[in-house]
């Protein structure tokens, strides 16, 4: 198994909503991101988890929390998002955090109303 | 801090053509660079990885360069097609213990 796959593809939600995107992958890589892109843009770092450990938060407001259940699992919690916010969220895992090699999933795109 | 940057912004060629994208980093200690390809709305496909001790990768009709001195990488697409429109990031890893940093991407548009 060489992909990461998130769930679900597309997903629209209010204001109000608490939703989450979900990642998984079985390569044993032990480091995953979460990345923000908007359109015509490159994608931005979120978080980073290395050993299931958040390593890095890119100043990423709290109404986004991310969570790391095992080495193979990534989730990003939404809650009270803005319109804003609306974007393309990818994940990513490599084999360690300074590797390189990454390998990114199809992304969730994800639209606040 | 590493700086990454790709020429052009955009480039639109007709079907055939063999052509090359551009890539260029600030700092040479770099651990590997990665080209990647993403189609609209759609995560990012790995094309090409170099490490930093290689000086080219090939895949089909694809060719990567990995010049570090000079701080630079070039992608060749040997005689292009429509479906390989798209936009095409370069990434670079630092050898320093610095996260990936990406270029702007370059998107191509191959016409019939």
């Known amino acids: 198994d060489t992909e990461v796959t998130q769930t679900p593809k597309h997903l629209v939600m209010g204001m109000t909503n608490k939703k989450s995107l979900k990642c998984e992958q079985h390569?044993?890589?032990?480091?995953m991101y979460w990345y923000k892109q908007k359109a015509k843009k490159p994608p931005e770092l979120m978080f980073v988890?290395?050993?299931?450990?958040?390593?890095i938060n890119e100043s990423v407001p709290s109404r986004f929390s991310p969570e790391c259940p095992n080495s193979s699992l990534l989730n990003l919690h939404l809650h009270a998002l803005q319109p804003e916010d609306s974007a393309l969220y990818l994940c990513?895992?490599?084999?360690?955090?300074?590797?390189?090699?990454?390998?990114f999933g199809s992304g969730t795109r994800l639209t606040v109303v | 801090k590493q700086e990454v940057t790709q020429i052009p912004a955009a480039l639109s060629v007709p079907e055939g053509e063999n052509l090359v994208l551009n890539c260029s980093f600030t700092?040479?200690?770099?651990?590997?660079l990665q080209w990647f390809r993403q189609d609209p709305g759609k995560g990012l496909t790995s094309l090409l990885l170099?490490?930093?001790?290689?000086r080219e990768q090939t895949s089909g009709r694809l060719n990567a360069s990995l010049d570090k001195s000079s701080g630079r990488s070039t992608l060749y697409i040997a005689a292009s097609q429509p479906g390989d429109s798209a936009t095409y990031l370069c990434?670079?890893?630092?050898?320093?213990?610095?996260?990936?940093?990406f270029g702007a991407g370059t998107r191509l548009t191959v016409k019939p």
């Open positions: 990434a670079v890893t630092p050898n320093n213990n610095n996260d990936m940093r």
């Open positions: 390569m044993g890589h032990r480091a």
């Open positions: 988890y290395s050993y299931e450990k958040l390593s």
């Open positions: 990513a895992s490599t084999q360690d955090r300074f590797s390189g090699g990454y390998t």
């Open positions: 700092d040479s200690a770099i651990y590997n």
């Open positions: 170099i490490q930093s001790s290689q």
